[in-house]
């Protein structure tokens, strides 16, 4: 093809997929008790996590304008052409770099086309959106009609989560720590979505770990069109078994053509904690 479809690493594909898929990542720089890491194969989630445990802060920093150039410039330099879907706009000024990136490149290779798309979307979210990409490309469908799709699918492609650890969504700013603190005593789990502006909202709670897990299932059930599903993706916060507790129940409700099942990657694993569970699957519009 004359184009190549990029991302970045808060995709959470598995990183064979990535390969698979042949859709090259920029990784996200995260900062772990003052030490800078990369979100690629080098930051596994057993450290990730058990540093997590351990107490030690970590943030994450978008890309910025100049490790966007410097991922797109040798694809241009082959002379081709540029799709870029990333972490959405409302989580992250990361699109606004890639935007930055692509006006400072355009003149200098005004015969390629560099095309940033806001996907309004995270994690495996954003993974199946790549998934149907990698699709259209490989079908031979034109450059111009990877945009068309983002804008017409994005906003059906569902994201659910559920966390243990009300005090690690307290440090990102998302619950108050008066709220984290008597939530975590009553054993209170937040029930969340990412909206249709790709900002995560808090849309409801549930007590009892096993509760929120099931919840996240029925969440599906309301918001699936019909009890056939092509994707079903989990990521999970070091949690396995509690995440396929969620995909059987999922099981029970719909027949599923794929599955896809992955840590959360430091880049969404360093705000939300361990003990995540998120679940992404196309169905109606997302709710406000």
């Given at each position: 093809m004359?184009?190549?479809?990029?991302?970045?690493?808060?995709?959470?594909?598995?990183w064979?997929?990535?390969?698979?898929?042949?859709?090259p990542?920029v990784?996200?720089?995260?900062?772990?008790?003052?030490?800078?890491?990369?979100d690629?194969?080098?930051?596994?989630?057993?450290e990730?996590?058990?540093t997590?445990?351990?107490?030690?802060?970590?943030?994450?920093?978008?890309?910025?304008?100049?490790?966007f150039?410097?991922?797109?410039?040798p694809?241009?330099?082959?002379?081709?052409?540029?799709?870029?879907?990333?972490?959405?706009s409302?989580?992250?000024?990361?699109?606004e770099?890639a935007?930055?990136?692509?006006?400072?490149?355009?003149?200098?290779?005004?015969?390629?086309r560099?095309e940033?798309?806001?996907?309004a979307?995270?994690?495996?979210?954003?993974?199946?959106l790549?998934?149907?990409?990698?699709?259209?490309?490989?079908?031979g469908a034109?450059?111009?009609?990877?945009?068309e799709?983002?804008?017409?699918?994005?906003?059906n492609?569902?994201?659910l989560?559920?966390?243990?650890?009300?005090?690690?969504l307290?440090?990102?700013?998302?619950?108050?720590?008066?709220?984290?603190v008597v939530?975590?005593?009553?054993?209170?789990k937040?029930?969340?979505h990412?909206t249709?502006e790709?900002?995560?909202?808090?849309?409801?709670k549930?007590?009892g770990?096993?509760?929120s897990l099931?919840?996240?299932?029925?969440e599906?059930s309301?918001?699936?069109?019909g009890?056939?599903?092509?994707y079903?993706?989990?990521?999970?916060?070091?949690?396995?078994?509690?995440?396929?507790?969620?995909?059987?129940?999922?099981?029970?409700?719909?027949?599923?053509?794929?599955i896809?099942?992955?840590?959360?990657?430091?880049?969404?694993?360093?705000?939300?904690?361990?003990?995540?569970?998120?679940?992404?699957f196309?169905?109606k519009?997302?709710?406000?």
């Open positions: 004359d184009y190549v479809i990029l991302t970045d690493s808060s995709a959470d594909l598995p064979a997929l990535y390969r698979e898929l042949d859709i990542f990784p996200f720089n995260i900062n772990v008790g003052g030490e800078n890491r990369f690629d194969e080098s930051f596994t989630p057993a990730l996590y058990g997590l445990r351990g107490g030690v802060v970590a943030t994450t920093s978008q890309v910025t304008p100049e490790a150039k410097d991922f797109f410039t694809r241009l330099r082959e002379g081709k052409d540029i799709f870029y879907a990333g972490l959405a409302g989580l992250s000024a990361t699109y770099s935007c930055a990136a692509r006006d400072e490149l355009a003149p200098l290779y005004p015969a390629s560099i940033v798309v806001d996907s979307s995270v994690t495996l979210g954003l993974g199946i790549l998934h149907r990409l990698a699709r259209l490309r490989d079908a034109p450059f111009e009609a990877l945009r799709y983002v804008e017409r699918n994005k906003n492609i569902n994201h989560f559920t966390v243990n650890d009300l005090m690690f307290q440090r990102g700013g998302r619950v108050s720590k008066t709220s984290a939530g975590s005593l009553l054993g209170i937040p029930m969340l990412v249709p790709g900002k995560l909202k808090n849309h409801g549930v007590r770990r096993r509760q099931v919840a996240l299932a029925e599906a309301a918001c699936a069109v009890t056939e599903l092509e079903v993706m989990l990521a999970h916060g070091d949690c396995e078994e509690d995440m396929l507790v969620t995909l059987e129940e999922m099981k029970k409700r719909f027949t599923i053509n794929h896809v099942t992955r840590n959360l990657g430091a880049t969404i694993g360093a705000h939300s904690g361990p003990g995540t569970v998120a679940l992404f196309e169905g519009p997302r709710m406000e």
